[in-house]
């Protein structure tokens, strides 16, 4: 019996899901330029911030109501409004990393909460 992969990975279609990779791996590079003190500290949240974007957005893609996919849309805009806190903390008000650095991924948080807010509109007007 052949099973198709798809169906148990919707998320993969999804481009906000594709782009929370991305941001995922963008974090895990600018927190490596982080003070070795901050390893358990700030380059932990940071981390664990951006790999919950994702994963919300996969475990949601596989619910069984788009009310629960919403709602786990909704706990990965928490997880992006929640980095984009911590990469404001470390330029603007710790100076441990430069503007410079961080604003490509500034710029991928917003186009994400952008795509996120669409994809909840989009399965709020679904009947």
């Not at 409004?81 to 710029?107: F, I, K, N, R, W």
Request: glycine share 6%; net charge neutral.
């Amino acid at each position: 019996m052949r099973v198709d992969k798809e169906f148990y990975r919707p998320h993969k279609n999804l481009d906000a899901w594709k782009v929370a990779m991305d941001l995922c791996r963008d974090v895990y590079v600018v927190t490596e330029d982080l003070p070795e003190g901050e390893r358990y500290g700030l380059v932990s949240q940071l981390r664990r911030a951006a790999v919950s974007i994702p994963s919300n957005i996969a475990e949601g893609a596989g619910r069984n109501s788009k009310a629960e996919f919403v709602q786990f849309l909704g706990i990965a805009q928490g997880s992006l409004a929640e980095l984009d806190t911590q990469l404001t903390l470390c330029t603007g008000y710790l100076g441990m990393l430069s503007h410079e650095q961080v604003e490509p991924v500034l710029e991928k948080i917003e186009r994400l909460s952008r795509m996120l807010t669409a994809l909840k509109r989009h399965l709020r007007s679904r009947p």
